[in-house]
C-alpha cells in the first residue's frame, strides 16, 4: 500500500536539497513556486513516516505480545493509531484542485422575486462579509448595483486571505461551493398580508486570477463609457466614469461604476474579467478531461437551488449533500464553517472513491 509515496519522498528529498542552495533563490519565482511544492509535500510525506513507523511499532508490540499478554492493550491501540493514519494518508493523496490556494472574486445577483431578492442578496453578502471577518480573510467590495429597498441587483467582491494561506486552504478551497442558487423562504418585508414567498439570488465564485495567468488582447476589448447609476454622490453621477468591458471572444460583459473615475473602474472591471476568463479556461480543460468537477448554475432560477434559507423555521438546507440544520439566525451571522465542511467533505469521499 502506498508503494506511489516513495516517490514523493523523493521529490521531496530533491526539493529540500534545491532550497538550500542559495542559487535558486535568485530567481523569486522559481524559488516560490519551489516553496510551494515543498510545502505540498510535507503533510504527505510528515503522514507516510508516521503511518510507516506505526507499522514497526505494531510488529514489534504483538511480539511482545505473545510472551505477555500486558502488550496486548498497546497492539490495539497501534492498529486504530495505524488506521486513522491510513485513512488521513487516503485523503492527502486525492487529487487537489489546482486552484485551492487562489482568492476568489464572490458575485451575488438578485433573480426571481423582485425587490425581496435584492434584499436577500443583501442578506448574503452580509453573510459572506462577516464569514470572511470570522476567519481573518480580507474583503473589497469591486462593485455595486444597489437596489431602492437598500439590496443588491448584483454585488462584487474580492476575499483574499491576509498573509498567504496554508497549501490547499485559500479562499477558492471553501468558498468554490457558494456557487449556485440560494433560495429564500421568509414573509418578506414588502408583504403586508404576512405570507411566506419564495425568491432567489444567485451566486458565483471564481478564482481571482493574476495578469500573468491571463493574457487579454487589447484587440478583443470593446470598452463603453457611460454615466453611473444609482447612489454615489455627484461626481458619480454627473461624469461618464462607469465602465463597461465587452470581451469580444467570449461575449463577456463586466461592468463596474463605483469608483469617482474612469480609469479605476476599468482596473476593477479587467480584473473581474480575468477571474471569468480564468473559470471559462479551467472548465473547457476540465470538460476535455472529463473531470466531474461540480458546476455552478449561471441562471437564478428558483428551481436550479444549491440551498435554502428557511426563516419560519430558522432552517438552513444543502441539497446537494443533504446538509440541515436549525440555526439559520447564525449562519447568516457568518458561522458557515458547519455548512461548508459538510461540502468539503462530500467532494473529498467523492474523490477518494474516484480515485480507488
Known amino acids: 500500500m502506498f508503494e506511489a509515496v516513495e516517490e514523493l519522498v523523493g521529490e521531496?528529498?530533491?526539493?529540500?536539497?534545491?532550497?538550500?542552495?542559495?542559487?535558486?533563490?535568485?530567481?523569486?519565482?522559481?524559488?516560490?513556486?519551489?516553496?510551494?511544492?515543498?510545502?505540498?509535500?510535507?503533510?504527505?510525506?510528515?503522514?507516510?513516516?508516521?503511518?510507516?513507523?506505526?507499522?514497526?511499532?505494531?510488529?514489534?508490540?504483538?511480539?511482545?505480545?505473545?510472551?505477555?499478554?500486558?502488550?496486548a492493550d498497546e497492539v490495539k491501540e497501534l492498529d486504530a493509531r495505524r488506521t486513522e493514519l491510513t485513512e488521513k494518508l487516503r485523503l492527502l493523496l486525492v487529487p487537489r484542485d489546482p486552484s485551492d490556494d487562489k482568492d476568489v472574486i464572490l458575485e451575488v445577483k438578485a433573480g426571481e422575486g423582485g425587490e425581496e431578492s435584492a434584499l436577500f442578496a443583501g442578506d448574503l453578502l452580509r453573510m459572506y462579509l462577516r464569514y470572511a471577518e470570522r476567519v481573518g480573510w480580507k474583503t473589497e467590495i469591486l462593485d455595486a448595483n444597489e437596489s431602492d429597498l437598500g439590496g443588491y441587483?448584483?454585488?462584487?467582491?474580492?476575499?483574499?486571505?491576509?498573509?498567504?494561506?496554508?497549501?490547499?486552504?485559500?479562499?477558492?478551497?471553501?468558498?468554490?461551493?457558494?456557487?449556485?442558487?440560494?433560495?429564500?423562504q421568509r414573509v418578506p418585508a414588502t408583504e403586508s398580508q404576512g405570507r411566506i414567498h419564495t425568491s432567489?439570488?444567485?451566486?458565483?465564485?471564481?478564482?481571482?486570477?493574476?495578469?500573468?495567468?491571463?493574457?487579454?488582447?487589447?484587440?478583443?476589448?470593446?470598452?463603453?463609457?457611460?454615466?453611473?447609476?444609482?447612489?454615489?454622490g455627484q461626481s458619480v453621477n454627473t461624469t461618464d466614469s462607469a465602465v463597461r468591458i465587452t470581451h469580444l471572444p467570449t461575449g463577456i460583459v463586466v461592468s463596474c461604476q463605483n469608483e469617482k473615475s474612469q480609469l479605476q473602474n476599468k482596473e476593477q472591471a479587467l480584473r473581474i474579467l480575468r477571474s471569468r476568463l480564468l473559470a471559462a479556461a479551467q472548465e473547457e480543460a476540465e470538460r476535455e478531461a472529463s473531470d466531474a468537477r461540480r458546476s455552478q448554475v449561471r441562471t437564478v432560477d428558483r428551481s436550479e437551488r444549491i440551498r435554502t434559507y428557511n426563516y419560519p423555521e430558522n432552517r438552513i438546507s444543502d441539497h446537494r449533500v443533504g446538509f440541515k440544520a436549525y440555526n439559520l439566525d447564525q449562519v447568516l451571522d457568518g458561522e458557515l464553517d458547519p455548512v461548508i465542511q459538510a461540502c468539503v467533505d462530500a467532494d473529498a469521499a467523492a474523490k477518494l472513491a474516484a480515485a480507488q
Open 200 to 232: 432567489a439570488a444567485g451566486v458565483l465564485v471564481t478564482p481571482e486570477a493574476e495578469e500573468v495567468e491571463v493574457e487579454i488582447n487589447a484587440n478583443d476589448l470593446r470598452i463603453d463609457v457611460y454615466r453611473s447609476s444609482g447612489p454615489g
Open 12 to 71: 521531496h528529498a530533491a526539493l529540500e536539497k534545491r532550497l538550500a542552495d542559495p542559487a535558486v533563490h535568485a530567481d523569486q519565482r522559481e524559488a516560490m513556486r519551489l516553496h510551494k511544492r515543498y510545502a505540498e509535500l510535507t503533510p504527505i510525506i510528515a503522514t507516510y513516516r508516521a503511518w510507516k513507523r506505526t507499522g514497526d511499532d505494531i510488529g514489534t508490540a504483538r511480539e511482545l505480545a505473545a510472551d505477555d499478554p500486558e502488550f
Open 153 to 184: 441587483k448584483d454585488v462584487q467582491v474580492a476575499v483574499k486571505a491576509k498573509g498567504g494561506a496554508e497549501p490547499g486552504q485559500g479562499v477558492w478551497a471553501r468558498l468554490k461551493y457558494e456557487g449556485g442558487v440560494h433560495r429564500v
